[in-house]
């Protein structure tokens, strides 16, 4: 099971934190994405975080705001989002990632982050 | 980045109906695709992976193939849980990207 929070209303400019609390499962052997939704579109894959912490990786619309971390022994994976603008509006989601050319699954219910004036 | 083209994206099916979604994918990605279905305030579910491989827990009626650029998504003999959006992803390569969904409505 996968559970995500930290989600809210800011401003444009401000941050947020989201968190991602795993269990049944052990978090250091596995990746972990972050996908998000904006209102009425689709699936958008942002980043994700390999076991070791040694390797991550953002889309390019998030790169350089958003940093993703881990903390193995917490059970828990952070988003760490800076620099918000209103299109960062949207559910995030976590996933656990299988890997390398993989799938996701399975994934938490999603937190609400909107970015608005 | 690879693009992933879904048809339809909607329809309109009935109970016992069977349902196929096509998946075309900008350039060939293998058999690196995988199919979610997400219902609204739900987390997306996991159905197949690599193409064709059905997820641990999925109901037999559902069932993926297809390779390179051209992939599909069948639904046997739908069921009213089965009424919900389909996305497909690809793994191939980075950026990672979905399709843009398809919704399955009752008809």
């Known amino acids: 099971q996968l559970v995500e929070s930290g989600g809210g209303l800011v401003k444009p400019g401000q941050s947020l934190r989201l968190s991602c609390v795993v269990s049944g499962f052990n978090l250091s052997d596995f990746f972990i994405s972050w996908i998000r939704q904006a209102p009425g579109g689709g699936l958008e894959w942002i980043s994700y975080?390999?076991?070791?912490?040694?390797?991550?990786n953002y889309a390019a619309s998030v790169k350089g705001r958003f940093i993703v971390t881990r903390d193995n022994a917490k059970n828990s994976v952070y988003l760490q989002m800076d620099n918000l603008r209103v299109d960062d509006t949207a559910r995030y989601f976590c996933a656990r990632d299988s890997g390398f050319r993989g799938w996701f699954g399975p994934w938490g219910q999603g937190t609400l982050v909107t970015v608005s004036s | 980045d690879i693009q992933l083209t879904q048809s339809p994206s909607s329809l309109s099916a009935s109970v016992g109906d069977r349902v196929t979604i096509t998946c075309r994918a900008s350039?060939?990605?293998?058999?690196?695709l995988n199919w979610y279905q997400h219902k609204p305030g739900k987390a997306p579910n996991l159905l197949i992976y690599t193409s064709s491989n059905v997820q641990s827990g999925v109901p037999s009626r559902f069932s993926g193939g297809g390779s390179g650029t051209d992939f599909t998504l069948t639904i046997n003999s739908l069921r009213p849980e089965d009424f919900a959006t389909y996305y497909c992803?690809?793994?191939?390569?980075?950026?990672?990207?979905f399709g843009g969904g398809t919704k399955i409505e009752i008809k």
């Open positions: 975080i390999s076991s070791t912490t040694a390797y991550t």
């Open positions: 992803q690809q793994s191939y390569g980075a950026p990672l990207t």
């Open positions: 350039q060939n990605i293998r058999t690196f």
